[in-house]
């Protein structure tokens, strides 16, 4: 079965880091494109970083440049995502997201989420 299992979230003061995981299982994890969202409460889910499925190219919401980074090991079927600097606004549940489009076809999958807090 398809699983992401993200890990990492903490509760953290502001100006300090964190590093989440997301661990796939069940579909080919090198094929796909990779990314990290985040949603709060009464906010839509929005995109954070993106990776392409070689690991070639990223991309990042304007809120995080230059202090997120997001870095993938396709031997370890995992996706990673650097956070330093954190900020207050950066308190969300993130989740992991596994993409791939063929042609009409989209296959995507979700994680369970996890939590960062960052305190003022």
């Known amino acids: 079965q398809v699983q992401l299992v993200e890990s990492g979230g903490d509760l953290v003061q502001a100006g300090g880091s964190l590093r989440l995981s997301c661990a796939a299982y069940g579909f080919t994890f090198r094929v796909y494109a990779m990314s990290w969202y985040r949603q709060t409460p009464g906010k839509e889910r929005e995109l954070v970083a993106g990776?392409?499925?070689?690991?070639?190219?990223?991309n990042y919401a304007d809120s995080v440049k230059g202090r997120f980074t997001i870095a993938r090991d396709n031997a370890k079927n995992t996706v990673y995502l650097q956070m330093d600097s954190l900020k207050p606004e950066d308190t969300a549940v993130y989740y992991c997201?596994?993409?791939?489009?063929?042609?009409?076809?989209?296959?995507?999958?979700w994680g369970q989420g996890t939590q960062v807090t960052v305190s003022s």
């Open positions: 990776i392409t499925s070689g690991g070639g190219s990223t």
């Open positions: 997201n596994a993409r791939l489009v063929v042609g009409s076809l989209r296959s995507e999958y």
